[in-house]
């Protein structure tokens, strides 16, 4: 079967056995690729993936990562709460790695957050607090193969490896001039082997579902709405690497402490509050030195602050 990124209407038509109107591409995702398909009656998204990530063919992914989201979507809706902030699924291809969902219709992420200088409400926060609360609560099933070892092997290398290598192929003052001066400032000897310490706490494996990937671009907001995507990244873990990766989003979006703590006291569950904060610290470290950039400030002050601060919560 021809990869789904280059199907017309007819093929589409084809698969869906109903006449398809318009193919479109739905959103420009890292891993995977997305396409709107509009019938006369509704639309679809489907979404599919391939051995290599959508936006960088150079690297290599494993392709059956569609399987665990299929798994990790089974799994949260037998919570009728969390199937709430989920898209409905209408078909699992294993065969073609093609998931088949309800299109939400008008929606936007939360990546704006990134480049303005506006705050997500304190009502908005709280809910992404909830709902990783929902997500938590799934009952740990061991009759689930949820360990997704390519994917996580892929995170850990480009959270907990390649940021904090000298020579990563990434040539950081085409970024932002003065760029590879403040890594050599940040990183030193200590905090690439703490890196690596939390890198082997990351693929351990533990009794919490995670989704893996829980931040800002994750989330999407339709009918004022909350819903979450994207769970490629999902597998049972350490419930304080969801938690900290949305607390360093929150920073690297702009937002205070404030903000980071109204999150927290929403999240109903204990956790080991420093090993949020050095899993936090290490994915704002990455997200400025990796190739999983955002479309936060280059202003090199500003990412002086930041990187100073990830180097805090890491450390400390």
Known sequence: MKALRDWNVEEASHYLKVEVKEISHAGAGNMNCTMRVKTEKKSFILKQSSPFCEKFPSIAAPENRIDFEAKFYKLGFKNLELKKHLP?????????????MEDLGETSDYSEYY???????????????????LIHSIPYDSQVALQNTGMRQLNHQHIFEIP??????LNLDEICDGLEKLKTSIVDDHLVLRAQKLGEDYLSDGKTLLQG????????????????????????????????????????????????????????????????QQFAGVEILRRIFG????????????LRGICEKARELLLH
């Open 88 to 100: 409905q699924i209408v078909n699992f291809d294993q065969e073609n790695s093609i998931l088949v």
């Open 115 to 133: 480049s303005n200088s506006e705050s997500l409400s304190l009502d908005e926060v709280k809910e992404f607090g909830s709902i990783l609360s």
């Open 164 to 169: 904090f290598q000298k020579e990563n192929g």
């Open 213 to 276: 990937d829980y931040y800002l671009g994750s989330l999407i907001s339709a009918n004022d709405k909350r819903f979450v995507i994207d769970h490629e990244f999902c597998f049972w873990g350490k419930k304080e690497f969801d938690l900290g990766v949305m607390f360093a989003h929150l920073l690297l979006s702009g937002h205070k402490d404030k903000h980071c703590q109204v999150f927290l006291s929403e999240y109903e569950g204990d956790y080991d509050r420093n090993l949020l």
């Open 291 to 302: 190739y999983a950039r955002l479309p936060i400030s280059n202003e090199i002050n500003s």
